[in-house]
């Protein structure tokens, strides 16, 4: 599949993804793409940002293939039975351990437990062996339950905007690979 063929959903993490944040970056230059947008950032309440992407999910006119980072993973994940249908794929990276509560703030915590159900859509989860947010034993549990090829991203940290990641070529050609298993 190309991204040409597909509504490309953007789901963005906690505080959204700024300007040169990778997401945006891809957002930017995939004609096809759109971000799924929430009402409240900053204080994001599972239920909303679920019916969110359900919404743009179902609004979309083309198979759907989701690129989520940070808590746009979980919400993902807690969407996928309702999601199902319209989804060919997903690209999932840098999920937050959001049980652990040595790794996120409290007010994420309620995105957990994480559904463990396998994936019922072709996906692929990066992970970074120095994420402050997801130690990469846990990454390696979430993508034996949910079905996932797992990436090793190697010492990238969060892969956002502060780790350096900026435009992150890597994974381009990763979410490339991704779209011609679709």
Partial sequence: MKAADADVLIVPGWQNSGPDHWQSRW????????RVEQDDW??????????????EVEASTRPVVLVAHSLGVAVVVHAAPR?????????????????????????????????????????????S???????????????RHWGTKLLDAGDAKHLNTESGQ??????????????KEL
Wanted: hydrophobic content about 45%; aromatic content about 10%; overall charge negative.
């Fill in 27 to 34: 957002m930017e230059k995939m004609s096809t793409s759109r």
């Fill in 42 to 55: 900053d204080d994001p309440v599972l239920a909303d940002w679920v019916d969110r992407l359900v919404e």
């Fill in 83 to 127: 999601i199902a249908r319209k989804v060919h794929g997903a690209f999932l990276v840098c999920c937050p351990d959001v049980e652990d509560p040595a790794r996120v703030p409290i007010k994420l915590r309620h995105f957990g437990p994480l559904p463990l159900d396998p994936l019922p859509f072709h996906a692929w989860q990066v992970a």
């Fill in 129 to 143: 062996r120095t994420d402050p947010y997801c130690s990469f034993d846990r990454a390696e549990i979430f993508s």
């Fill in 166 to 179: 900026g435009p992150w070529p890597e994974g381009v050609l990763a979410f490339a690979h991704l779209m």
